[in-house]
């Protein structure tokens, strides 16, 4: 199995950056497709954005695209979500995740295929 920490989070204003860290412990971090999800106050957790295992796919939601993007660095053990432009409504508790897919090419988008996830970290945008 694999442990998360992310790291990152703060409050910035509108129209800002930030980037968010997730480093992973225990089991080969490259084994792992890896997420980022999100969950707003009164709302359910949703997906952001995925990564395949090697790096070489993504998966962004229609609402993130052109401001977020995603990387890895698996000798590293970690994955950073890069949020530039952010609106108030990006405001949430950010969670990483990690899932193993196969083929090892798959980006995973559903919650059910994540088995291990971080504690989050809260993002906060200021109007």
């Known amino acids: 199995q694999v442990q998360l920490v992310e790291s990152g989070g703060g409050l910035v204003q509108a129209g800002g950056s930030l980037r968010l860290s997730c480093t992973g412990s225990?089991?080969?971090?490259?084994?792992?497709?890896m997420g980022w999800f999100r969950q707003a106050p009164g709302k359910e957790r949703e997906f952001v954005v995925g990564?395949?295992?090697?790096?070489?796919?993504?998966h962004f939601v229609d609402f993130v695209k052109g401001r977020f993007t995603i990387s890895r660095d698996n000798a590293k053990s970690s994955v950073y979500l890069q949020m530039n432009s952010l609106k108030p409504e990006d405001t949430a508790v950010y969670y990483c995740?990690?899932?193993?897919?196969?083929?090892?090419?798959?980006?995973?988008?559903?919650?059910?295929?994540?088995?291990?996830w971080g504690q989050g970290t809260q993002v906060t945008v200021d109007s």
């Open positions: 995740a990690a899932g193993f897919a196969l083929p090892n090419s798959l980006v995973l988008t559903t919650e059910g295929q994540y088995a291990y």
């Open positions: 225990g089991r080969a971090f490259s084994d792992y497709a």
């Open positions: 990564i395949s295992q090697s790096g070489e796919m993504t």
